[in-house]
């Protein structure tokens, strides 16, 4: 019994030393740290948009090894200040107009901060019931918000989930679609499955096909063309299935795309759910970045035929001020979901689940913890309102047609595939390039002049732009998205770029 006692006193002096859950400290750091944010924010513009430092920079200013004694808060912020913050790159600076937006919000981060203070591991109803019940009530709310056919919402039999990323929610439907399908046909045809997408739709969707099993050599990437708006051709849709009908093999699957990464075009939704009806193919929409628009009812037009897919999903965490990782995905079947994804360990039985008179959203999703996402699309939900959320997203827009007439009234540029959303696809005339050089003739020179467009304008620091290909042309991409970008800052950024351009003309790169 000393013993015992002795170890219990030992005990007592380590808690009281450092309780790594105190309320008070809790309370004191949390504050420094929300101070230090607010600060971090308010000062956000001096910093270079995208990180200027060079691959393994960390490694030579931080120690080697984990300190074997506490440091203070105070400290480690001057670290964060003097050593992270010059590697990030600041995706919520008003000068990002790269990749697609990662909209943050006052509500969201709070949203974020309760649900990391709860700190719950909500993988079915009784290991936090509100946690399953909100994020079921949520994502009824956005589906309406969305206009989507009722199929999708609990009341008539669908239902939604929040997923982590786009490319969790495409692996959980290709595997739903997957058994479904060999319910039908046996295992032994596995190898016969195929799966189909454009050359615009995600790279994620490969990587969860590949995940999925699905044989590389099955995998259908349908060409584009610019005359189409680089859609993908319900024709050329229909001649590859019966192209594979006639191999012997099994079409599975679709992905079509409202809004693709390089152009944010809009697949011709309803003709191609038609065709996949007539053969029996799974077909999910990824409405990743535009989705969060459709809340809009001028986009709802977009969403055309979406009562015909299997599923649906977009990125809250990309365009709905909702901070990352949060992916709503929408389903007709729940149950070709659960039947795929479901495990019933003795150590999760209870009565509620039982009696099947809940959901258990680990039977939903790849992984069996869940993080309580419901909490932030919630704030933000009832923090700014359905109005204000519309009005939001409709700035982003006015501003992309701002910045559109902008390269409109410079003739040295020309708008690539027109602008449905809030991103502008521009690049420098081929045109007038060849009016400077007849090297220009060449469309890889014309290329790699645009190309080191973008490579100055980023290495200056004042703005971040990304690219895209598409039919082998080198397009500047300009996302507007960011929660505190303005008109000035749109102006400010088609000046660097203007200047930019002129330098390297001037400069006799040609």
């Known amino acids: 019994m000393g013993t015992l006692n002795i ?21 004191r750091q949390g504050h420094k740290i929300v101070n230090f944010l607010a600060d971090y924010y308010q000062n956000i513009e001096q910093y270079p948009v995208c990180s200027q430092v060079n691959p393994g920079y960390l490694q030579k200013i931080v120690p080697n090894s984990a300190p074997n004694n506490s440091e203070s808060l105070e400290k480690i912020l001057k670290d964060v200040e003097r050593d992270i913050i010059p590697g990030l790159t600041h995706w919520q600076s008003p000068n ?163 809004g693709t990464t390089a152009t944010t075009s809009v697949d011709p939704l309803r003709l191609l759910c038609e065709i996949a009806k007539e053969f029996g193919i799974w077909v999910h929409v990824d409405a990743a970045y535009a989705g969060s628009a459709c809340i809009c009812p001028e986009f709802q037009v977009f969403l055309d035929g979406v009562e015909n897919a299997n599923s649906f999903s977009l990125n809250a965490h990309k365009w709905f001020f909702s901070t990352l990782d949060c992916c709503c995905l929408w389903v007709k079947d729940p149950s070709a979901l659960t039947n795929a994804l479901s495990t019933n360990p003795e150590c999760l039985r209870n009565k509620a689940t039982e009696l099947n008179q809940v959901i258990d959203y680990k039977d939903w999703q790849i992984a069996l ?38 390269v409109a009234t410079d003739k040295r540029f020309e708008i690539f595939v027109p602008r449905k959303f809030a991103m502008v696809c521009f690049r420098i005339s081929p045109l007038v390039l060849s009016q400077v050089s007849t090297k220009f003739d060449d469309e890889k020179e014309v290329n790699m002049f645009n190309t080191k467009l973008v490579e100055s304008i980023n290495s200056c620091g004042k703005l971040y732009l990304t690219h895209g290909v598409v039919g082998g042309t080198y397009i500047i991409r300009f996302a507007i998205g960011a929660s505190l970008t303005h008109y000035r800052h749109v102006d400010v950024a088609w000046k660097v770029i203007q200047d930019h351009a002129n330098a390297l003309l001037n400069q006799g790169y040609v």
């Open 7 to 27: 170890n219990h006193e030992l005990d007592d002096q380590i808690f009281n030393t450092i309780n790594p859950l105190d309320p008070e400290e809790f309370r």
């Open 96 to 258: 990002f107009f790269a990749y697609f937006p990662s909209s943050g919000s006052t509500a969201g981060f709070l949203g974020e901060m309760l649900s990391v203070g709860f700190n719950v591991v909500g993988f079915n109803w009784i290991s936090s019931p509100a946690a399953t019940e909100l994020e079921s009530i949520v994502m009824d709310w956005f589906g309406k918000m969305l206009n989507l056919p009722n199929c999708f919402l609990f009341a008539s039999g669908g239902g939604g989930v929040l997923q982590g990323t786009t490319c969790e929610a495409m692996l959980c439907t290709i595997v739903a679609a997957r058994d479904q399908m060999l319910r039908k046909i046996s295992r032994e045809n596995f190898g016969k499955l195929v799966v189909y997408a454009s050359d615009q739709t995600h790279f994620s969707l490969k990587k969860a096909a590949h995940i999925a099993g699905i044989d590389p050599g099955n995998f259908r990437v349908i060409p584009t063309i610019k005359a189409n708006e680089y859609t993908l051709c319900p024709k050329s849709l229909r001649l590859a299935i019966l192209n594979d009908l006639k191999e012997g093999n099994v079409p599975l699957f679709l992905c079509a795309t409202i």
């Open 369 to 406: 913890s869940k993080r309580f996402r419901a909490l932030k699309l919630w704030l933000v939900l009832r923090s700014y309102g359905v109005t204000n959320l519309r009005n939001l997203i409709r700035s982003h827009v006015n501003m992309a047609k701002h910045f559109e007439g902008l």
